[in-house]
């Protein structure tokens, strides 16, 4: 029997769109999904979605992520973390409680991404009330900006965006043939290699299958787009992306950018759902 997939993209504090559109399915009780995979950013909004938490991540990512206790150059630039996911992921937490009992009675499976740092290859870890701050840490972890590789079953883990960033063929892989596809880039865009990859070749001498998932990223990006673009037969993909203009960067923290990131997210979730919007000059 085929099932239905919800795939969300990370991207850091470009996750503000995906925190729009998930809280569009909310407060439309839209949750019509066998199961639902995230990366990074990704899979720290599903989770609030899937426990029935609308405005948290929006909350999270306007206000947790936008304090110097994670993101900070200074102490970046003296050996620290720049981006202390840790931090953010605990404080938030406690500050933001997620209702996870509705998420375990529940419903829809949540699948989070993160790097193996001794293969480099993807691992898939589904969520549970044992691992879920291990998993998430690790799915979170940039390399470098955030300086440790996170353990997940006794393995060091990092960035699930390193080595599959829009898992949508994973997803058809596990049966799902109607998948719903959130990413943090308009369509059309494609990924160029990374002028910053052959400078880091230095400081992951000792981690070669690291480095390579680093060379090779561009061209799994760009493959799981194909796929996208051109899906099997049998499957159907809907695409829901923010247009060329979001004005939200990886580590945007501009409140006025963030709110535009967030309403054009809800926008599209809605629109997305069927839902008639009201245009500006109506009324």
């Excluded at 639902?36 to 947790?64: E, F, K, P, Q």
């Excluded at 969520?127 to 300086?147: E, G, Q, V």
């Excluded at 069927?274 to 009324?283: H, K, L, Q, T, Y």
């Amino acid at each position: 029997m085929s099932q239905r997939a919800l795939v969300v993209e990370g991207g850091a504090m470009r996750g503000i769109f995906a925190a729009g559109v998930l809280d569009a399915f909310l407060e439309k009780d839209y949750r019509d999904f066998d199961f639902a995979v995230g990366v990074s950013a990704g899979s720290t909004n599903l989770i609030g979605y899937l426990a029935g938490d609308l405005g948290r991540s929006r909350r999270i990512i306007t206000d947790h992520a936008c304090r110097p206790d994670f993101i900070n150059w200074q102490r970046f630039m003296s050996g620290g973390h720049l981006c202390d996911v840790h931090w953010l992921w605990h404080q938030s937490r406690l500050e933001v409680p997620l209702h996870l009992e509705q998420h375990w009675q529940g419903r829809v499976p949540l699948w989070v991404v993160a790097t193996s740092v001794e293969d480099g290859t993807p691992r898939y870890f589904q969520a549970s009330p044992d691992n879920l701050d291990d998993i998430m840490t690790a799915s979170c972890s940039i390399p470098f900006a955030y300086r440790a590789f996170p353990e997940v079953a006794g393995q060091p883990m990092t960035d699930g965006g390193l080595a599959d960033s829009i898992p949508v063929q994973w997803a058809y892989e596990q049966g799902a043939r109607d998948i719903t596809v959130v990413l943090s880039r308009h369509q059309g865009y494609r990924k160029k290699p990374s002028a910053l990859t052959p400078l880091i070749k230095p400081w992951v001498k000792d981690m070669p299958a690291l480095y390579d998932a680093m060379v090779k990223r561009t061209d799994v990006y760009n493959a799981s787009l194909a796929f996208i673009a051109n899906p099997p037969a049998d499957c159907r993909i809907t695409v829901i992306a923010p247009d060329e203009h979001f004005p939200v960067n990886r580590l945007t923290t501009n409140a006025r950018k963030l709110e535009q990131g967030y309403q054009q997210g809800h926008w599209a979730g809605l629109q997305a759902l069927g839902v008639e919007i009201p245009s500006a000059s109506s009324g």
